[in-house]
């Protein structure tokens, strides 16, 4: 095969150099002229940070001039001035034409030393002008006046840049400075509207103030509950003691005890309001947590010591009772007073948060101002600067010419070079000889026999269906369904190999591979030949797109799988659907109703729960769908078989193609595999010679 390939590759790099030589002798010759001048801006310095609109109108004089000029040398419009140029020269009209431009043009180049990514704004570099022409003095010409054309008209938009720019960034210097007036006078507007020196200090003494009127407001709110609470403590006192007392002689409650008690209830009022205010780690709250347990623990000690006092018989004005009223009376001035001290503190508090309130406006404005100041001071100062820069930059140094063309230098023709085309059209020659040579192999990428079929993909192949002529392939599976009918040998063997088999598969899987292939006659002809060996078969028709089965038998668009899977009809109520056939021990289960749906529509446990019906209602199962590698239908149920036939055609199938019909099962969970060959060799296939279809037809 290697030598059919350099064959084939040496004899079409000999006929493509032949026509390489032959177009180079016909071709007109051509001559070269050169020409060198200086291209890149004078030594500027310009701002790299100017705006895009800026660097837009210097571009083309004065930022980034040395690309610039590149660009416009190689331009259209130069190189046709200077053939128009050159046609007035030489005399020569024709040099101006169309036909002239469209030939020459192409062949213009420009050699630039130093690759362009490598070069600095200001730098200059001498460049050469290649120009090629049928003629040494035309060549000379047109170089000569390309490069002339040139010099005139980067002088020209040199000139013409740094004025417009200067324009704009004047322009803008002047609007920028508007600006700045404007927001100055807004700025001490806002400072004169709110009295207001320093922003930052004023918040800063707002914000203290108004803690220091929360921090004395909350003071005060806590000593007024304090006084509340004393205050509604020694009304209770003040209601339970009798303004009066007898003179005869009682037993009366020790006062140490009774003082000890009042102070312990005052000491727990005082305890709870300290806990509303403050929280239980404060020192408020401690210290009134210590003053509580000091007194009651002095409470339970007094009433332990207790005395009964005697008090004689008689009535006076209790003392206890008139030392409490005095004890209100105070307690309620207390409250009066603090509540008096609270009225000017909430009045400056609300006033404080007022002008806190408003801070974030204010200071809004002002941080406005001064981000919007800043913004335009940096334009107008670089605005300026530009201008001040533009001033004093000069108009741009024309490019200057360092040799002219000369006619009697042009001896050589540079083009065609014949060993340059012969050498190119060898090795185009031997690549379109190599790229044939292969196509030709590819056509016999198909797989024409069993045995190339078990190298490829390691797998067995059970059957093998003989390429047949169309009429008598029609007559043979019309056939099927008729109880006389006699399957294939191959597949009468596969049956018998199945049935040998130690653990045979149950549930078998018919799949074709490509879209070309169809699996349903293999199915068929297999489900017949195991129903011939004693096996109660069952044939069922999964391909819900296109029943083919289900057609061959005479029963499309009965109840079946799409209806199971449906759910319409319950597994278990299956064996109605089921269509006895013509042959003995087979049976057919149809595809159903017509859909578009395939098999991947439909619940997993709805599928699962068909093929475990099947199981139960025969000894083999022969399902049929469509092509693995056109619809999902296979990989569903792969996992679900027992093993999985590939059929392949001979004729059709890409040799490329079944690997990956093969992982695709496998990936799906396919338990085992084999192939089945149609279209094979009547001649190289097993049962396909005397015993096959042909033979007996």
Not at 191 to 216: P, V
Request: glycine share 6%; proline share 4%; net charge neutral.
């Amino acid at each position: 095969m290697l030598k059919v390939h350099i064959r084939r590759t040496l004899v079409a790099a000999v006929i493509a150099g032949l026509l390489g030589f032959f177009l180079a002798a016909r071709s007109p010759k051509l001559y070269e002229a050169t020409v060198e001048l200086m291209a890149g801006s004078p030594p500027i310095t310009i701002d790299q940070n100017m705006p895009v609109d800026l660097k837009q109108v210097l571009g083309p004089g004065i930022s980034a001039s040395l690309d610039s000029d590149i660009g416009m040398l190689k331009s259209q419009r130069i190189f046709q001035d200077g053939l128009t140029e050159a046609a007035k020269d030489r005399a020569d009209d024709s040099l101006a034409t169309a036909k002239t431009f469209n030939e020459l043009f192409p062949m213009f180049d420009l050699d630039v030393p130093n690759a362009l990514n490598q070069y600095n704004p200001d730098q200059q570099r001498v460049v050469r002008l290649r120009v090629r022409a049928y003629s040494p003095d035309d060549a000379a010409s047109i170089a000569n006046h390309v490069a002339l054309a040139f010099a005139s008209y980067r002088a020209e938009r040199t000139r013409k840049s740094v004025k417009d720019g200067l324009a704009m960034v004047t322009d803008a210097a002047g609007k920028a400075q508007s600006k700045l007036s404007s927001i100055d006078a807004q700025y001490r507007k806002l400072k004169s509207d709110n009295n207001i020196a320093d922003i930052q200090e004023y918040i800063r003494n707002i914000t203290d103030t108004l803690e220091s009127f929360r921090t004395k407001k909350a003071l005060a709110e806590s000593d007024l509950a304090s006084a509340n609470a004393r205050l509604a403590s020694l009304k209770v006192d003040l209601s339970k003691t009798p303004s009066t007392k007898s003179d005869s002689v009682t037993n009366q409650e020790d006062p140490v005890v009774n003082n000890y008690r009042q102070m312990e209830a005052q000491a727990e009022t005082e305890l709870a309001n300290a806990r509303q205010i403050y929280t239980d780690d404060s020192s408020q709250v401690k210290r009134a947590q210590e003053k509580y347990n000091n007194l009651h623990k002095k409470r339970i000690d007094a009433e332990k010591n207790a005395k009964t006092v005697r008090s004689a018989t008689g009535t006076t004005t209790n003392p206890t009772y008139l030392d409490l009223q005095a004890k209100v009376s105070g307690a309620q001035a207390d409250v009066d007073g603090i509540q008096k001290s609270l009225a000017p503190l909430n009045a400056s508090v609300a006033d404080y948060e007022r002008r806190a309130a408003e801070i974030p406006a204010i200071e809004t404005k002002f941080l406005d101002l001064q981000r919007d100041r800043s913004v335009f001071d940096e334009q107008y100062q670089k605005n300026k600067k530009w201008s001040e820069d533009l001033k004093a930059a000069s108009e741009g140094s024309t490019s200057q010419i360092q040799s002219m063309a000369e006619a009697s230098k042009i001896t050589d023709p540079v083009a065609p070079d014949s060993k340059k085309y012969i050498i190119l059209a060898g090795i185009v020659g031997s690549l379109i000889g190599l790229a044939y040579s292969f196509a030709i192999e590819s056509f016999k990428l198909p797989v024409h026999t069993s045995w190339q079929l078990a190298e490829l993909t390691a797998l067995p192949v059970a059957a093998s269906i003989p390429m047949m002529p169309k009429p008598l392939a029609r007559r043979h599976y019309s056939e099927i369904k008729e109880g006389g009918f006699k399957p294939i040998e191959s597949f009468r063997y596969m049956a018998f190999s199945m049935m040998a088999k130690e653990n045979r598969p149950k549930v078998l899987l018919f799949t074709a591979v490509g879209e070309d292939v169809d699996s349903t006659a293999a199915a068929a002809e297999f489900a017949v030949a195991m129903s011939k060996t004693g096996s109660r078969t069952a044939l069922v028709d999964c391909d819900l797109r296109l029943p083919r089965l289900s057609e061959m038998f005479g029963v499309q668009g009965r109840s079946g799988v799409a209806e199971i899977l449906g759910r319409t009809i319950l597994p278990g109520e299956s064996t109605d659907l089921f269509v006895s056939t013509e042959h003995d021990n087979l049976m057919i289960l149809p595809a159903g109703a017509a859909s578009s749906s395939g098999l991947s529509d439909f619940v997993t446990s709805h599928m699962s729960g068909l093929i475990e019906d099947l199981r139960e209602k025969a000894d083999t199962v022969v399902i049929n769908c469509p092509p693995v590698d056109v619809f999902a239908d296979a990989s569903r149920l792969a996992q679900y078989v027992d093993e999985t036939c590939l059929v392949i055609s001979a004729k059709t199938t890409g040799y490329r193609a079944i690997p990956v019909a093969q992982e695709i099962l496998q990936k799906s969970g396919a338990k085992g595999m084999s192939i089945v060959l149609t279209n094979g060799s009547a001649t190289e296939e097993p049962f396909g010679g005397r015993s096959g279809v042909t033979a007996r037809r």
